[in-house]
């Protein structure tokens, strides 16, 4: 039964997909603005549902229960690290939108081009963003499989299936099949997370389940894990839960969603209901100590297969069919996303830049789907080839190198007072910093064993005082240092800044600005025109 | 036009204690006082949302943009 409904739904979203493409047909799809952004049209309800399956994917769903279920507290992270994104994204993703409206922008690393005139460090934003973004793809995939090995699909068939139609439709289709997928996932979601209140309700409730898990996590060896924060672990744990607030403004699927509003008050008010989203994740969380409870134990060690499990052994078999629906569509969805993106950064920061500055619009939506493809399959093999484990090892890194990023997308939005030298070499001086933390990190075992001798989790210790700081921050801040060191010392020596082609009111400015106008070098092929009081002609895309 | 401005930005204020609450481990790190079976931890939190989704309202009608404001 569970299986009839799971495939069934799963057919019908796929199906879903490549009718997207005759969704608000535009006039030209073959156009980057129109494959990669959705024409920048998306209205209110849209957007929502985009930003929800975007931010919030499988692995989300399956990783943070899965989390709770392992360590308890300390798995939370990801609830007041959502939330803290809201204000931020309130102020900040606002800003982004109107800066990418008025220059035809549509990835991170060509903010960074335009705001501190470099080409060589928008390429570098965008290759960062590109081997970040990768493995992110790839643990989305590890979700989906984790569900189809609870259904009892076994194999690599019904993966490479799933993988092949979604890269099909979104090939076809771009934003446009992952925006109508992600109303339909919503839909399905909400169903879970109410049979799940619902099934909790009926059973003992949440002051059992955490009297239980409490007295689980008592006998167990580990010191970290429990209902609350180990005194040393709240240094690790603000640590990981900023961390990961800030990466959220560097991942290039993470702008690609709010970019295809329609305009600024679409984006102010999305970001303004988009706790709602935080408190469904701190719900699925929750789940993870029922799950406990209840005596759910993974399949074959996979901790991914919490939930799953759970929703097999405690849901009647229609209603866990449908919830492996919504689990398998929310990881096709981001892996969507996310291969668009890694796309759009290629095409519009390495492509155009150094391999054919006079691409045409049409010939960059054809490199963009291509390159789609590129990501999505190749995601697949590394966790087809590779171990599992492997993917989740790159996914930790892409976590941290994501941040090294920071200096240049995110404070570039603020303030464009760093040199771009600085830039280029405090982003690096991250990375490799990043990866030398990261190498050191051992995983100890039960009975102080070493299960892994290298890249064994993202926090690292500080001295000998038991408390961990996560290294993406400790990495952004030794990049901040030689950024600003360096940069103060440029200044010093008189050597000019790049141009920034950015003016102030870029980042305030709306769909109806007349004053709308793009960058020459980084237009979708119109052609030059003046710019500056001459060029106030109202903008020929703006609804 | 200059002190309207000003008193937008007062409003953005509004944002700091969302982003701050939830960081603040020391003061909610504890189980009691529990509602619902939650511990504090969990419902704090949980409450952290709550406050974000209103503030962040009140801040955007507060600063809603008149377009056409910059003519």
């Known amino acids: 039964m569970a299986v009839t409904v799971f495939l069934t739904l799963l057919g019908a979203m796929l199906l879903l997909g490549f009718a997207a493409a005759r969704w608000r047909r535009p006039d030209d799809i073959h156009s980057l603005e129109e494959w990669g952004v959705g024409g920048r049209a998306f209205g209110n309800w849209v957007s929502w549902f985009l930003l929800g ?28 690290f959502a939330i803290i994104t809201t204000p931020l994204a309130f102020i900040f993703t606002a800003r982004i939108w109107s800066v990418a409206h008025r220059h035809g922008l549509l990835t991170p690393g060509e903010f960074a081009r335009a705001r501190f005139g470099s080409t060589s460090l928008g390429a570098l934003v965008a290759l960062t963003g590109i081997i970040a973004t990768m493995p992110y793809v790839a643990v989305q995939l590890l979700a989906l499989k984790a569900v189809f090995s609870t259904v009892g699909v076994s194999g690599e068939w019904p993966l490479l299936i799933a993988v092949a139609m979604v890269s099909l439709s979104t090939f076809r289709s771009g934003l446009r099949a992952p925006a109508l997928l992600s109303i339909a996932k919503d839909i399905l979601l ?16 949440w002051g059992e389940i955490f009297r239980k898990a409490g007295g689980y996590f008592a006998t167990t060896p580990s010191p970290n894990d429990g209902l609350i924060l180990n005194p040393t672990g709240q240094l690790g744990f603000v640590t990981l839960v900023l961390g990961s607030a800030l990466s959220v403004f560097a991942y290039p699927h993470a702008v690609t969603g709010m970019l295809s509003a329609k305009d600024r008050s679409t984006v102010r008010r999305n970001i303004a209901a988009s706790p709602i989203y935080c408190l469904v994740l701190g719900l699925m969380a929750l789940l993870g100590f029922f799950a406990l409870t209840e005596g759910i134990r993974p399949l074959d060690g996979d901790l991914n297969t919490v939930m799953p499990q759970m929703f097999q052994k405690l849901f009647p078999g229609w209603s866990a ?24 950064a290629f095409t519009r920061s390495i492509y155009r830049t150094y391999l054919r500055p006079a691409a045409t619009p049409p010939e960059e939506a054809r490199v963009s789907r291509w390159a789609s493809l590129v990501v999505k399959f190749g995601a697949l093999a590394v966790i087809l080839v590779m171990q599992p484990s492997y993917a989740v090892d790159l996914q ?11 200096p240049a997308v995110f404070i570039g939005l603020a303030t464009g007072w760093f040199d771009w030298r600085a830039l280029v070499a405090g982003l690096v001086t991250g990375l490799v910093t990043s990866l030398a933390l990261l190498w050191d990190i051992q995983q100890i075992g039960a009975g102080g064993v070493v299960v892994k001798a290298h890249f064994g989790g993202s926090s690292m210790p500080v001295g000998d005082t038991g408390m961990t700081v996560y290294v993406g921050v400790v ?33 305030v400015a709306d769909a109806d600005d007349p004053m ?18 001459h060029a106030r002609t109202a903008g020929s895309r703006s609804p | 036009m200059a002190r309207r401005a000003r008193a937008n930005r007062i409003w953005y204020l509004l944002l700091v204690p969302p982003a701050v609450a939830p960081l603040l481990t020391p003061l909610y790190n504890r189980i009691e006082p529990t509602v ?36």
């Open chain 1, 53 to 80: 399956g975007t931010m919030y994917s499988a692995y989300t769903f399956v990783a943070v229960p899965a989390l709770t279920y392992g360590v308890g507290a300390i798995g939370f992270f990801a609830v007041p």
């Open chain 1, 190 to 205: 909400a169903w879970v997370v109410l049979s799940a209140l619902l099934v909790v309700t009926m059973s003992s409730g």
């Open chain 1, 321 to 344: 069919g449908i919830a492996y629906a919504a689990l398998g569509v929310a990881a096709l969805i981001p892996a969507a996303v996310m291969s668009i993106s890694a796309a759009n």
């Open chain 1, 396 to 406: 930790l890194i892409g976590g941290v190198i994501i941040l090294q990023t920071i």
């Open chain 1, 475 to 507: 990495a952004l801040a030794v990049n901040l240092l030689v950024t600003t060191v360096l940069t103060l010392l440029l200044r010093l020596l008189r050597i000019p800044p790049g141009r920034d082609r950015t003016t102030p009111a870029d980042y």
């Open chain 1, 516 to 533: 709308i106008k793009r960058l020459d070098e980084i237009l979708d092929g119109l052609p030059a025109r003046p710019v500056g009081a």
């Open chain 2, 36 to 71: 619902w079976g939650l511990p504090f931890f969990y419902w704090y939190q949980l409450m952290c949302a709550v406050l974000a989704m209103v503030l962040i309202t009140v801040v955007h009608m507060a600063t809603r943009e008149r377009r056409h404001e910059w003519q």
